[in-house]
């Protein structure tokens, strides 16, 4: 009877470590993309974005719907470039957010192709 339940305390012990490391890869990823993305908010060279097109990717991430931009980015220097980024949408500007619109975005200096949008600094324009 005492082999028995070493074997069955081996096999929970197998099945939580393999639980854990399979979560673990699973969120692993999205913590490191918010992480760079909180650090590249607060350090990032600040620019501007105009969006070309965008479209659903079927993905949210904490209720929050992932989008695919393709944005035509401004640098304060007057360099611009053309980039596909990916990002949560919040709920507010959901509705508003269309082609043409500009956006404030926040450039990696050292790759112009890493960048956040900067959801906190935007303001919609207003139609008269």
């Not at 957010?97 to 192709?113: N, S």
Request: net charge positive; hydrophobic share 50%; with cysteine.
């Amino acid at each position: 009877m005492g082999v028995g339940v070493g074997v069955a305390s081996l096999m929970t012990l197998v099945i939580v470590s393999c639980t854990l490391l399979i979560s673990v890869g699973v969120w692993l990823p999205f913590l490191v993309v918010a992480r760079n993305g909180r650090r590249l908010l607060a350090t990032g060279l600040p620019a501007q974005a105009v969006v070309e097109s965008m479209a659903d990717t079927g993905m949210s991430v904490n209720h929050r719907p992932v989008v695919s931009f393709v944005l035509q980015v401004r640098l304060p220097s007057g360099e611009t470039y053309r980039v596909t980024h990916r990002q949560s949408l919040p709920r507010i500007p959901m509705g508003v957010v269309a082609t043409g619109t500009v956006l404030p975005v926040k450039v990696d200096p050292q790759r112009y192709e890493r960048l956040r949008i900067d959801w906190f600094a935007w303001r919609p324009a207003h139609h008269a």
